[in-house]
């Protein structure tokens, strides 16, 4: 069932749980989310999970897709997950939808309902404007998909891709700085607590050399490991908005 946030007390228990929501966002379907990530106006999640530190942009669609941590969604994405089949009589719901038409008619047989194909956005991924990701693509963690792309395979890590379809643009880094980043796993550390320490590398320009103080950070547990409360949303029998920890 549906859920809308247009009440500002319901907003404000929303972000008392770490999840900022304006008035106009869509929530159907099952919806898991770590303390904290954002979201903007005109959003419609369907199925959809996001991580801590992440945030999604104005009129973005997610429906069955999982978005990692740290990653920035711009406007008008979408990431739909599920298909139409295109070897049948024809691509419309009615055929293997129950609840399709059902509001009109009533129960009727149906196929087998079409699989759906799940998206994986991968932690510290930059999705650019406009783009469209296809049902079952993978995005690597670190990824850049360039404003309009239409991403129809999967993005290894840390690869700059654009256009239609989306080819590599180039890397962001070198083999070997991607392979150190991957094994640290820095996402699964207490970065903003590190940030507020003041004790931060300067890392814009990221090398071997500023990557190995991330490291130390990690080793010496100046950035000590973090799992961000997650939780889950949901419509309850009663009809009220429900949230529990997962
Ligand atoms: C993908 C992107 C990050 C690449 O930036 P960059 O590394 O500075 O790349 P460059 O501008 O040097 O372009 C490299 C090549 O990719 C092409 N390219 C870059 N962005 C492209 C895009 N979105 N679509 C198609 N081609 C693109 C360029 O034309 C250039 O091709 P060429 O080498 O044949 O001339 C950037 O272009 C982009 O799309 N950013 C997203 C902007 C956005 O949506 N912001 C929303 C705010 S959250």
Known sequence: ??????N???RATLASYGLRTPPGVLI???FHFEDPCRLAANCIL???????????MHNVQLEHTEVGRYCSIARNVTCLGSTH??????TSPVFYDKTSFNWRFGDIPVFEPEATRKIRIGHDVWIGANAVVSPGVTIGQG???GANAVVTNDVDPYMIVAGVPA???RSRFSDRLIQRILASNWTDYDIPAWLKSNSMPDTRNLSEKTFASVENAINSGVAPPIRPQAYRLFRRQ?????????
């Open 8 to 10: 500002d007390s319901m």
């Open 46 to 56: 369907q199925h959809a999970s996001i991580a801590a530190y992440s945030y999604i």
């Open 167 to 169: 080819r590599v643009v």
């Open 238 to 246: 009663q009809g009220d908005i429900a949230i529990e920890k997962i």
């Open 85 to 90: 089949p295109t070897t049948s009589l024809s």
């Open 1 to 6: 069932m549906a859920m809308f946030f247009t």
């Open 28 to 30: 159907d379907g099952s």
């Open 143 to 145: 990824a850049v998909i």
